[in-house]
Nanobody
Framework: VQLQASGGGSVQAGGSLRLSCAVSGRTLSRHTIGWFRQAPGNEREIVAN??????????YYADSVKGRFTISRDNAKNTLYLQMNNLKFEDTAVYYC???????????????????WGQGTQVTVSS
């Protein structure tokens, strides 16, 4: 299983970026998939996830990004996206995409819930 994340960069506060995560080896529609981020000195934290299609494809967002970020999935391209608008300085981090093998009834917001990870892409927001 390979995950290739891209789309990070440097933007000013208020700007936008779209992250992509191309996945091979797993069909994304059959898995819960998510975006995490990790800032220096901090633990890896959930940004958003989207449930497998068989569970309705529900989405979850961390409170800090609600209304600004949108997670989506292109099943034809087997690619995960994260549209980030109105970026803030505190969004600066390395962003990781992840795929889970298990299907849990709870929200699956823990890094340990996921089995496969992308290499990370740096997002830097200047104030």
């Amino acid at each position: 299983v390979q995950l290739q994340a891209s789309g990070g960069g440097s933007v000013q506060a208020g700007g936008s970026l779209r992250l992509s995560c191309a996945v091979s080896g797993r069909t994304l529609s059959r898995h819960t998939i998510g975006w995490f981020r990790q800032a220096p000195g901090n633990e890896r934290e959930i940004v958003a996830n989207i449930r497998r299609s068989g569970s309705g494809g529900a989405t979850y967002y961390a409170d800090s990004v609600k209304g600004r970020f949108t997670i989506s999935r292109d099943n034809a391209k087997n690619t995960l996206y994260l549209q980030m608008n109105n970026l803030k300085f505190e969004d600066t981090a390395v962003y990781y995409c992840a795929v889970a093998e298990r299907h849990l009834a709870r929200l699956m917001t823990r890094a340990g819930d996921y089995d496969y990870w992308g290499q990370g892409t740096q997002v830097t927001v200047s104030s």
